[in-house]
Nanobody, 125 residues
Framework: QVQLVESGGGLVQPGGSLRLSCAASGSIFSINTMGWYRQAPGKQRELVARILSGGSTRYADSVKDRFTISRDMAKNTVYLQMNSLRPEDTAVYYC???????????????????WGRGTQVTVSS
């Protein structure tokens, strides 16, 4: 089982910055993809940014040039640097990781697709 814990959310004024972190723990063998999604009240959850193990990234059009995703593979941690925040960025931000976990007591691996519990980001004056 793989657990994800997000941190770094909070209240910030428009134009401000926040840095989110998400640490994965558990019987991890490898992580292929880590990403950030967000869900605003009354809206569907949407992709914000994701990063592959090779380093390639993808961003939602609405956050390009403002947000930067990065990853520390040694720490199984992904970050989201959010600059020039806008009120419309207000949402609960969720971390997601996809990869393979070790099966305890065996040499087997099992795929996993795990979500964190989310961290609230509020952009308001």
């Amino acid at each position: 089982q793989v657990q994800l814990v997000e941190s770094g959310g909070g209240l910030v004024q428009p134009g401000g910055s926040l840095r989110l972190s998400c640490a994965a723990s558990g019987s991890i063998f490898s992580i292929n993809t880590m990403g950030w999604y967000r869900q605003a009240p009354g809206k569907q959850r949407e992709l914000v940014a994701r990063i592959l193990s090779g380093g390639s990234t993808r961003y939602a059009d609405s956050v390009k040039d403002r947000f930067t995703i990065s990853r520390d593979m040694a720490k199984n941690t992904v970050y989201l640097q959010m600059n020039s925040l806008r009120p419309e960025d207000t949402a609960v931000y969720y971390c997601k990781a996809v990869g393979f976990a070790r099966v305890p007591g065996t040499a087997d691996r099992r795929s996993f697709d795990s979500w964190g519990r989310g961290t609230q980001v509020t952009v308001s004056s």
